[in-house]
Every structure is written in C-alpha cells, then in structure tokens.
C-alpha cells in the first residue's frame, strides 16, 4: 500500500482588502485603484464576456498617446465566479456577478479588491519569540 505524505501547497489563506471600482464609462469599463486609473478599451468587453483574455491600458498613457501598450490583462477566471486583473504584476479581483451587473447597466460599480497571502499566527508569533 502506498501513503501520500504530500501536503497540498496551495491551500493557504487570503485576505481580500477592497482598494477600488470599476465603472462602465462610455462603453469601457474604467478601473479606479488607490494608485492608478486603467481601462479596458470598449472594443475589448466582449472579447472579455467571452473568456479571452482583454488588455487593460493605464489611462494617463493613452491620453499621451493612442499607440500606448497594454499595462496588464483582465480575465475571467476558470471558476466563472471573478474578473481577474493583472496590472503591472499586480493581482486585482472582482466578482463576476457585479462586473455583469454593471455591464448591463444594473449597478453603478463592481467592486475591486486586491488579494494579500494572511500570514499564520503561529508563525508570526515564532517569528516575534526569534527576534526577541
């Protein structure tokens, strides 16, 4: 008989701390974050809607230039539950239904949060008790 001694690696605990909005705003969706504007052009929601993947553009490069290149992408994830927004290396989410909500015109925003890896208390305290 063979024992699986293998523990999973990607069970690890997240913390969603709210950061932004998106909007709808003359057909593309802006995406407010504490740091930056982006948006993903109008002529990309459907490629979106669709599960392909969209690239996001920050705001203050395209009003400098039309030829500005993407700064990340935005996906819906495998589950169908969220919007994934990678900007920068950065990871953002949104939830699905809200994104649908406000495409539709049914909401004013979706919200966006950005996922923080909680650390174990056992290990920040045996990390405290080191450094004492």
Do not use: C
């Not at 293998?6 to 969603?16: G, Q, R, S």
């Not at 996906?75 to 989410?93: C, E, H, L, P």
Request: no cysteine; proline share 5%; aromatic share 6%.
């Amino acid at each position: 008989m063979v024992k699986n001694t293998m523990t999973p690696t990607t069970n690890t605990a997240v913390k969603f701390e709210h950061i932004g909005a998106a909007r709808l705003y003359n057909g593309s969706v802006r995406i407010d974050i504490k740091t930056m504007q982006a948006v993903i052009p109008a002529g990309e929601i459907r490629r979106l809607e669709e599960r392909w993947p969209a690239p996001v553009y920050d705001i203050s490069e395209v009003m400098k230039s039309a030829d500005a290149a993407p700064v990340g992408k935005a996906w819906i994830t495998r589950s169908g539950k969220a919007v994934m927004i990678s900007i920068n290396d950065v990871q953002y989410v949104s939830p699905l239904a809200q994104v649908k909500g406000m495409l539709k015109g049914e909401r004013k925003y979706a919200n966006v949060s950005m996922m923080r890896e909680v650390q174990p208390v056992a290990a920040t305290t045996q990390q405290t008790e080191a450094a004492a």
